[in-house]
């Protein structure tokens, strides 16, 4: 791992959650493993899991020295499980991946049912990925990602980082924060005991997100104790992350286009510590769930949210994922020529919603510090293209290769038995250490929609 380069995103990213003249504190990173990528992906993704940890030590006013195992940290951001009696879940949806177009390349996602169904729409059923792929050679990559769009599905055309920095998304994108906070209206002094062993113990986090980067950062906050209840909608399922990221979460379903729904969730929401949400910009605000609105249903809520394209411009509200807003912001273009390949090539990982994750996370726990401090409801925003920006603009120079030294091994001493509704597996330990708080999850994961839509204890 590249040193330097870890410490100059500590220090970005630091920034970007304190003001610029707080002092930096120190962290230190163990260990000199990296990904194989034109990016440095594991000092991303060994200083956003500081980061988050730096938040807590923060909030509990704990003055030790956060420290990241580098190669624990790149693993959890690979899969943090390994399924011992079964196979591990396949990824992605056999038509999901990127397809050679008539001028150059697009990267289709059709890992959601209703995804596929948009693609269907455009492209017609195809009997198998060749058939696909001999279908997308006849249209242009620019009008198909627009056609697949405007069907509502999910879908990126490759460009250049140089392409994106003139479009305006990526204009828009670049001006923006990487995390961008807002104190909020006044409200009373919290009660809570913020016991430096488990500093969340007792805080209720509400949690209305999906895929990644969203239920990295509650899971994170369920490891330092917090009650996390995390909401679908019915029908909703990740068959393929699951397992992966409800570690230390309650999971229930609600309808919040019915009263009957909208009624509890404005019960949960009333008494709840945090919201953590990555539906679409305007998605709660038409659901009649404003930032306002949730401060008034909720008075000092840490209320912390993630989009994917940003938060202004022309696509604030288009669908996204980690692995098209590679596509999108050059990432894989840049990947392609690093490697002198005719394809993209992506990072090694998804890297983009991790690292968002964790930033999240540490978004909560800065704000539950100025909640504490300044009795104050607090707002953040983040998304994945600006994260982006942050790993395009520190490449790693020149074009020397770099090896991939995070093959996960059968046995591993970093490695713990978990049992779950699944069945057994190998669960990585926690990649980073603050000494007299630690990461322990008192919950193994549950399927989705498993348990009643309430908090554990009535009384708050």
Known sequence: MDQGMAAD???????????????????????????SSAYPVTELAASSIALAMQACAALVDNPQPVAVDVRLASRWFQQSLRPLNRAAPALWDAFAGDYATADGWIRLHTNAPHHRQALEKVLGRQRDRQA??????????????????????????????????????????????????????????????????RPLHGMRVLDLTRIIAGPVATRFLAGLGAEVLRIDAPGWDEPTLAEEITLGKRCARLDLKSSAGRQQFESLLATADVL??????????????????RQQLAPGLVDVTLNAWGWSGPWRNRRGFDSLVQMGCGIAERGRQWQGAQQPIPLPVQALDHATGYLMAAAVLEGLRQRRLLHCGFSAR???????????????????????????????????????????????????????????????????????????????
């Open 9 to 35: 995103f500590w220090q970005q990213m630091w920034h970007s959650l304190r003001t610029a003249d707080t002092a930096l504190p120190a962290a230190s990173f163990h260990g000199d493993q990296a990904f």
């Open 382 to 460: 983040l998304s994945l293209a600006r994260t982006a920006c942050l790993l395009s603009d520190n490449p790693y120079p020149g074009q020397a290769q770099r090896a991939d030294a995070l093959t996960p091994q059968p046995a591993d001493e970093s490695d713990v038995i978990e049992f779950s509704p699944w069945g057994i597996g190998y669960r990585l330990r926690p990649p980073v250490w603050l000494p007299g708080t630690a990461l322990i999850w008192s919950r193994p994961p549950a399927p989705l929609g498993s348990e009643p839509a309430k908090w554990l204890n009535g009384e708050h």
């Open 276 to 293: 953590v949400h990555g539906y679409r910009a305007d998605a709660l605000e038409n659901l009649g769930y404003d930032s306002e609105k």
């Open 132 to 197: 696909l792929a001999s279908q997308v050679r006849g249209w242009k990559k620019q009008t198909l990602e627009e056609a697949i769009v405007s069907a509502g599905g999910c879908a990126a055309q490759m460009r250049s980082l140089r392409a994106w920095q003139q479009h305006p998304q990526g204009q828009s994108v670049a001006r923006e924060p990487l995390i961008a906070q807002t104190r909020l209206a006044e409200a009373s002094a919290p009660s809570w005991r913020l016991p430096p062993a």
